[in-house]
């Protein structure tokens, strides 16, 4: 396969790799929403999931694989065969399948992790890729570690790879550790040292524990790569991955000395990072590039003059490019339903009528309460009614006593399996009294990990987004909530994880997996 084209593949593993970050687990519907605005994305792969990891991750596949025309959907797999199987299996629905397997090949991880010799792992590459190529013409090969992997042994593993039937060769940073201008010289020296280059596509997959993983994406494609694997919002363990969005609008951006084209629709970006954002309970920071709530923020006088003379003083891209746009249709108390459903067409969603007449009924108790209501507080409505659609446990009504004088109490109404419950509760201020009064009406053993409240927009009656992780016997899972009261916010985002958490306790243990 020829690589001297300009086209860059865009392959998206936020539904693999990003929902390993702890806390980001996703269930069925939330998959094939984020899916569903993948492939109006435009992006080429979808990396749907690891299907041997559990059951839930094989019916994600395999929903993704029906649902999705036009991508790729791609299924992880390590060397064995079980894996490989397993994920032909659920990748049967594809009208495009691909199998990503990999096997560890730096020195490191052979010795430690794998406990094999170099010859027992070139083995493994050739029996994998062969195995995998008897289920689909389109395999795609990863050295795990291969920024740390001897160069002698990575060019014959790559060569073999090749020679097995592999059509993509992607380079992993799996802890990273490389930076640009060496990340691009391993990427020239496999093209100019194996005989068989000419055959594979070669891709990127870098992490961003150094903070360069969309550097060193872009070193790679100025090498010679043309796939690069980001996910959205740089989701993904640890410090995460290479954010497509930032890599897509570099290389809009910098046609100059990045003369490279994508297929994306840049416009959706925006609106795909909210719904992450939603969904995984991962807050984008305000100072992030390209979707963060301050990227297109001027405060400074100097910056403000300039920007209203001429706007590309200081923004080197349009906001409307990446999906934000000036409302329209400002919307008030005296808004009736078909303004608010046209407002959700306007902002890019399509709900189901339930969750249209919910998000219209929270829209009117906010409109009484707060005197601006912005594009933003409407997404987090609408964010908030639609994760909750299959919820077990619903949130009902709450009221808190607080102050200086104790007891801090909360009295608490949830709908559990359509049971109504109530109870009142106290506790060290009005937070804890509130988690208190859902572990009373809602028994369990999960830790509290992480309470974070931030202001959706600016004043004082602005809605309150408030995330909460969650642990149990080693799962983790983030939920959130939104409204103008920060303690019903707080009591929303703790509904939300525990009904996360239940979902996980449907599934089997994942295997571990890197890459």
Not at 105 to 114: A, I, N, Q
Not at 191 to 218: Q, T, Y
Request: hydrophobic content about 40%.
């Amino acid at each position: 396969m020829s690589t001297d084209s300009n086209r860059v593949i865009i392959f998206d593993t936020t539904l693999r790799d990003g929902e390993q970050s702890p806390g980001a687990s996703m269930n069925l519907d939330e998959k094939l929403r984020i899916a569903e605005m993948l492939e109006e994305l435009g992006v080429d792969v979808i990396e749907a999931g690891f299907p041997i990891a559990s059951n839930g991750d094989f019916e994600a596949v395999s929903g993704v694989a029906k649902l999705v025309k036009e991508p790729i959907v791609c299924a992880l797999a390590r060397s064995g065969r079980p894996d490989i199987e397993r994920a032909a299996e659920a990748l049967k629905p594809a009208r495009r399948p691909r199998i990503h397997t990999f096997i560890a090949t730096s020195p490191l991880h052979m010795k430690y992790k794998l406990q094999m010799e170099p010859e027992e792992v070139y083995q493994q590459v050739v029996d994998s890729v062969t195995l995998a190529r008897n289920f689909t013409d389109d395999v795609d090969w990863s050295p795990e570690d291969g920024s740390r992997t001897d160069h002698d042994f990575l060019c014959r593993v790559v060569e073999a790879a090749i020679n097995a039937g592999a059509t993509c060769i992607n380079l992993p940073d799996t802890v990273g550790y490389a930076v640009p201008e060496e990340f691009a010289a391993l990427i020239t020296m496999l093209r100019d040292r194996v005989p068989n280059s000419d055959k594979a596509i070669f891709s990127a997959h870098c992490h961003n524990d150094l903070g360069l993983a969309v550097a060193n994406s872009l070193a790679a494609v100025t090498a010679g790569a043309r796939q690069v694997e980001c996910t959205i919002n740089g989701l993904g363990e640890r410090a995460g991955n290479a954010a497509l969005e930032e890599i897509v609008m570099a290389l809009k951006t910098r046609q100059d000395i990045l003369p490279y084209e994508t297929g994306i629709n840049t416009a959706v970006i925006t609106r795909i990072s909210k719904l992450v954002s939603t969904i995984t309970g991962f807050s984008v920071q305000p100072n992030k590039a390209i979707v963060g709530a301050n990227a297109f923020a001027h405060e400074a006088g100097i910056h403000q003059d300039g920007v209203l003379k001429h706007a590309g003083t200081y923004e080197i891209m349009t906001p409307e490019s990446v999906g934000l746009r000036q409302s329209n249709l400002v919307m008030g108390k005296h808004s009736g339903r078909h303004a608010f459903r046209e407002k959700i067409k306007d902002l890019g969603y399509q709900i189901g009528e339930n969750a249209v007449q919910d998000a219209f009924r929270r829209f009117k108790d906010l409109a009484d309460k707060k005197k601006d209501i912005f594009d933003e507080d409407i997404i987090a409505l609408i964010d908030d009614e639609v994760i909750r659609e299959n919820d077990r446990i619903r949130f009902v009504s709450l009221q808190v006593i607080c102050g200086s004088v104790g007891p801090q109490t909360a009295e608490l109404e949830l709908l559990v399996d359509d049971d109504q419950r109530k109870t009142k509760a106290s506790g060290d201020g009005p937070v804890d009294a509130t988690f208190n009064a859902i572990k009373e009406l809602f028994p369990h053993e999960a830790t509290l990990q992480l309470y974070q409240v931030h202001a959706v927009t600016e004043g004082t009656d602005a809605q309150a987004e408030v995330t909460v992780r969650l642990e149990e016997d080693g799962k983790t899972v983030n939920g959130q909530g939104a409204d103008t009261d920060t303690l019903v916010a707080s009591a929303r985002a703790y509904v939300n994880a525990l009904n996360k958490l239940l979902v996980k306790r449907e599934k089997s243990a994942p295997a571990a997996l890197s890459a």
